[in-house]
Nanobody, 125 residues
Framework: QVQLVESGGGLVQAGGSLRLSCVASTRTFSSYAMGWFRQAPGNEREFIAAINWSGFNTYYADSVKGRFTISRDNAKSTVYLQMNSLKPEETAVYYC??????????????????WGQGTQVTASS
């Protein structure tokens, strides 16, 4: 069972930046696609960004393109999400996810087998 632990969340003013990290407890981290999702109170969980096993391919929701950057360090079994120009409406719990299936839709929940517990991000206005 792969365990994912997110960190880096917190309180930031609107327009500010945060960098989230997610460490995976697996020796085969490089075989997993990784994704970031978020869920605000009363809303469904939504896709934010994903990265393939090598880091060569990245995918973003339209709402975060140009502001968020996903990256990974396979040597550290860690995936990152750099978030710039945060908006109050992006206040949510942010989750990372790992998926071992090749191909498929990186924005779909079905691609991912393992989920972290989440980290709270609050952007105040």
């Amino acid at each position: 069972q792969v365990q994912l632990v997110e960190s880096g969340g917190g309180l930031v003013q609107a327009g500010g930046s945060l960098r989230l990290s997610c460490v995976a407890s697996t020796r085969t981290f490089s075989s997993y696609a990784m994704g970031w999702f978020r869920q605000a109170p009363g809303n469904e969980r939504e896709f934010i960004a994903a990265i393939n096993w090598s880091g060569f391919n990245t995918y973003y929701a339209d709402s975060v393109k140009g502001r968020f950057t996903i990256s990974r360090d396979n040597a550290k079994s860690t995936v990152y999400l750099q978030m710039n120009s945060l908006k109050p409406e992006e206040t949510a719990v942010y989750y990372c996810a790992a998926g071992s299936r090749r191909g498929g839709d990186y924005s779909s929940f079905e691609k991912y087998d393992h989920w972290g517990q989440g980290t709270q991000v609050t952007a105040s206005s």
